[in-house]
């Protein structure tokens, strides 16, 4: 098996080093994330300016490349840029922070796996605890396992994984609401800083990535490509099509 791994934390980020480390086992692993911290980035790319790309030494065995760019790009360079390309996985993170519930839009994390099936790629993205990387390195075969039992990856292209603390098992989730906002503080007359508070809510229902992970369970969503609301189509396709 032929392994992608990328961040949005930076190539030097200790969750891209356990990830890639771990991937070993399965196959062969290529590295190609961002020089610097890119987290919020969701699926932004460069296509006004040259993009600087360098092969660095890494963790035995692996090949790494640091591209001076977005996390999206990272993933752009390995598809378009390298002659060896055929990755049977994509795999993105571990992300120091959960990516769930709306924070997903903005996520550069996900914005690396949404680009993976963009592309005709499957792709997991993995996202924990901001506190620790521990609970996320002890539990990466247990999920991979639960992606095999259940043969997830032939039912969708991607997916998102987020793992607390102390996890009590595995839920199978879709995205839920509102989890975090933001707000604009004054620093002087020019300058603000956006700081970010919680707004979650407990909605006692475990089949949302909120509820699961934020309740000590490791959730596993599908997800897609697609904004469009289907619901709605559907509902006015008779009056309007």
């Not at 640091?66 to 049977?88: I, K, M, Q």
């Not at 605890?129 to 996320?136: K, Y």
């Not at 607390?164 to 989890?179: D, E, F, H, R, V």
Request: one cysteine or more; proline letters at 2%.
């Amino acid at each position: 098996m032929k392994i992608l791994v990328t961040n949005d934390d930076g190539i030097n980020a200790e969750g891209i080093k356990i990830l890639a480390s771990w991937a070993r086992k399965l196959g062969e692993v290529t590295v190609s994330a961002p020089k610097m911290q890119q987290s919020a980035k969701s699926h932004a790319i460069n296509f006004h300016d040259h993009i600087e790309v360098h092969q660095v030494p890494y963790i035995e065995g692996v090949t790494a490349y640091v591209v001076d760019s977005t996390p999206v790009d990272s993933v752009r360079f390995a598809l378009l840029g390298l002659e060896n390309n055929d990755y049977d996985l994509i795999l993105s993170g571990v992300n120091k922070g959960f990516n769930i519930g709306e924070d997903i839009l903005y996520s550069g994390t996900m914005g690396c796996v949404f680009e993976a099936s963009l592309r005709g790629h499957k792709g997991i993205a993995f996202s924990t605890d901001p506190s620790s990387f521990s609970e996320a390195e002890r539990r990466l075969d247990e999920i991979y396992d639960y992606f095999v039992k259940h043969d997830l990856l032939s039912h969708n292209d991607i997916y998102n994984v987020n793992i607390p603390l102390n996890s009590k098992g595995i839920k199978w989730t879709k995205q839920g609401g509102a989890y975090f906002n933001d707000q604009f503080v004054k620093i002087d007359d020019v300058h603000y800083h956006q700081e970010g508070y919680s707004i979650y809510q407990l909605n006692n229902d475990y089949t949302l990535d909120t509820d699961a992970v934020m309740n000590g369970y490791i959730s596993v969503t599908p997800m897609s490509t697609r904004r469009d609301s289907v619901a709605v189509f559907d509902k006015l396709k008779k009056k309007l099509c």
